[in-house]
């Protein structure tokens, strides 16, 4: 199966494009570069004791942006824990964000209008959840479609499985999104399927698919952008190949299941340099463009940081609430014995 790759890892194109306007090429760095710096950020306040548990997402910026770049607002999103880039993109508050990965419960509320599912764990959970979404709008004749992210190793789940199967039955406007970054968490993709990509999976469901360089910005919105058109006769899944740059999360450590030569084979093809190179080429590209975004970004961290860091941490009670609408008795004696909501 063929890669659709358009840049090079030094920022020549592969061929003759019609390429996005100069400003939406602007808009796909500066958002990569914004979202590598509030990961690289939450990363170091992990560290420093400030946040609970991140799952870092350096080196998958590029399909994350592409991907809600192609959305419109009425669209939705069911992302796992590692989308922020394409969630903050349609919407979600960055302080939202935040406290999410401080442990804070109301990191999973979502503003009314903002179309995006909380956070999931349950690995491929969201997937099943998307198409339930796909198949209201279809029955409800809206002209709305769904995006639902999720790894390579979700794709060992039953629940891909059920998803794909359900939405082609059903034929639903959704685009499944899987993150190939090689690895879930420790077992590489090589040691949990027997096919050389996942995009072929499609295949098994009659399904229309796409195979992209999840590192090529262009080549990600390309494809985002003909998978949106082919969501209109049914489910479309895009096979991106990337590679997750940081450990799985801030309580792992990648030096004991991969090689640093790997790793720096990857840095090669990271998906905000290649596409840098490329605006540099083009004359679109300046230490002034480049330090207008690190102040902004630097300036909407600082906010947001200091105005979760401002709100009092939720009492240990709060956990316990939205257990039940109505709250039984041995919840209420736990909610007592925790000091009372
Ligand atoms: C149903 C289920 N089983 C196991 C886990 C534990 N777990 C958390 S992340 C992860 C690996 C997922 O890998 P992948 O789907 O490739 O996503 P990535 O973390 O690489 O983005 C596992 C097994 C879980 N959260 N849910
Ligand atoms: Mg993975």
Excluded at 116 to 121: A, D, E, K, M, N
Excluded at 154 to 166: I, M, P, R
Aim: hydrophobic share 40%; proline share 4%; glycine share 6%.
């Amino acid at each position: 199966m063929e890669l659709v790759k358009w840049l090079n890892e030094d920022g020549t194109l592969t061929g003759q494009y019609e390429l996005p306007s100069d400003e939406m090429l602007k808009t796909m760095y500066a958002e990569m570069k914004r979202g590598r710096m509030i990961d690289s950020k939450m990363y170091k306040m992990q560290r420093q004791g400030r946040m609970a548990l991140v799952a870092p997402l350096s080196g998958q910026e590029a399909i994350q942006v592409a991907s809600a770049l192609v959305l419109k607002e009425t669209d939705w999103i069911a992302p796992s824990y590692r989308d922020s880039v394409a969630t903050m993109l349609h919407g979600v508050p960055l302080e939202t964000i935040i406290r999410y990965f401080k442990g804070y419960s109301d990191g999973n509320e979502i503003p009314e209008n903002v179309n995006v599912l909380p956070i999931q764990i349950i690995i491929a959970a969201q997937l099943l959840h998307a198409v339930g979404i796909g198949l209201a709008s279809k029955i409800k004749k809206e002209d709305v479609k769904t995006i639902t992210f999720f790894g390579d190793g979700a794709t060992s789940q039953g629940d891909f499985h059920e998803a794909l199967n359900f939405a082609s039955v059903y034929q639903v406007p959704v685009i499944f999104i899987c993150q190939n970054n090689q690895y879930a968490i420790s077992t590489p993709v090589h040691k949990q399927m027997n096919t050389e990509t996942i995009a072929e999976k499609a295949n098994a469901y009659n399904m229309a698919y796409e195979y992209v360089d999840g590192n090529d910005v262009l080549a990600c919105y390309d494809v985002m952008k003909r998978a949106y058109e082919k969501a209109n006769e049914g489910p479309v899944l895009v096979e991106a190949v990337t590679y997750r740059q940081g450990p799985h999360t801030t309580s792992d450590d990648p030096k004991k299941y991969r090689q640093q030569q790997e790793e720096m084979n990857w840095a090669e093809k990271d998906p905000i340099v290649r596409l840098q190179r490329f605006l540099l080429q083009k004359g679109l590209w300046d230490e002034q463009f480049e330090s207008r975004i690190e102040k902004t970004v630097s300036e909407e961290i600082e906010e947001a940081v200091l105005a979760v860091e401002n709100t009092p941490a939720p009492t240990l009670a709060e956990m316990l609430h939205h257990v039940y609408e109505d709250v039984p008795l041995v919840i209420q004696e736990q909610i007592d014995a925790l000091g009372g909501a």
